[in-house]
């Protein structure tokens, strides 16, 4: 299905497509056990019976409708403690991907998740390697909604409902759109061009200076998104001061949620 040739040195010159699995993250890190897998290399599926996602979430998508795939990167220029321009980098990435389709309310949601408005298109899962202090190998585990339309929770959306297209998008060439965009962008930060990475992630960033509802240790409150420190924490200005907040220590209030 994925025969694909995108113009790249790397990322997808070498496509491993499964019919079904049960989670291609799962299936590139076998591969990177078994000493087989080599950096740009991508495992993708037409159906994913037990994908991942964040805070261990698993991520629903109808076979054949999606786009769910995982890549081998080998970030050994990254410190542990700069893992988190991993995440930008490969957001963005999705992001220019998807950009041409949608006109208006494309933005990345810390640290990864693709929104538009107030809707979740797709997740990111980065699976990181430690050799000593610096980053051995990457496992990034990318799931978008494309052409499905319907789905089990409410603030789920796909390219299909945000930019409707008769035909339906042809995923082959999306992939393709995607590969090169992800080697784009990892080039841009393995080459130290980080100002330039931060400053599109802020620009594109969910909730970016806007007052909204957030929630952490159990409590409520209002806080304004102004930077993203260079561990990825989250700062938000409170009661007019900083307060940074890592994965997990700080969720964002839906209008649902309310």
């Known amino acids: 299905m994925y025969k694909i040739y995108p113009k790249t040195l790397f990322v997808g010159q070498n496509i491993i497509f499964l019919p079904t699995c049960q989670s291609t993250n799962d299936e590139a890190l076998h591969l990177l056990a078994d000493g087989t897998a080599y950096e740009g290399d991508v495992v993708a599926t ?31 220029f990254l410190q542990a403690s700069e893992q988190f ?47 000593g202090y610096h980053l051995a ?42 590969c090169e965009q992800l080697e784009k962008r990892y080039l841009q930060l393995r080459n130290g061009h980080r100002d330039t990475l931060r400053a599109s992630y802020l620009q594109h960033l969910y909730r970016y200076q806007e007052a909204h ?24 200005m409170v009661d007019g001061g900083i307060r940074y907040f890592a994965f997990k220590e700080v969720s964002f209030v839906m209008m649902t949620d309310k």
């Open 46 to 76: 037409s159906q994913q019976t037990q994908g991942r996602g964040q805070r261990g979430n698993q991520w629903e998508a109808l076979p054949g409708q999606n786009l769910t795939f995982s890549l081998i990167l080998q970030p050994t």
């Open 85 to 131: 321009w991993l995440n930008m980098a490969v957001s963005l990435a999705v992001h220019d991907s998807l950009a041409p389709f949608i006109s208006t309310g494309l933005r990345v949601k810390w640290p990864n998740d693709i929104y538009v408005n107030d809707r979740k298109m797709g997740g990111i899962l980065i699976e990181n390697a430690l050799q």
């Open 137 to 178: 190998h990457t496992v990034v585990g990318i799931g978008l909604n494309i052409n499905q339309t319907q789905f089990g929770y409410p603030n789920a959306t796909s390219l299909l409902l945000e930019a409707p297209y008769q035909e339906g998008y042809h995923l082959p060439a999306l992939l393709t759109t995607l």
């Open 213 to 236: 509802l957030y929630e952490a240790d159990g409590q409520r409150f209002y806080g304004t998104i102004i930077s993203i420190d260079p561990t990825g924490r989250l700062g938000l």
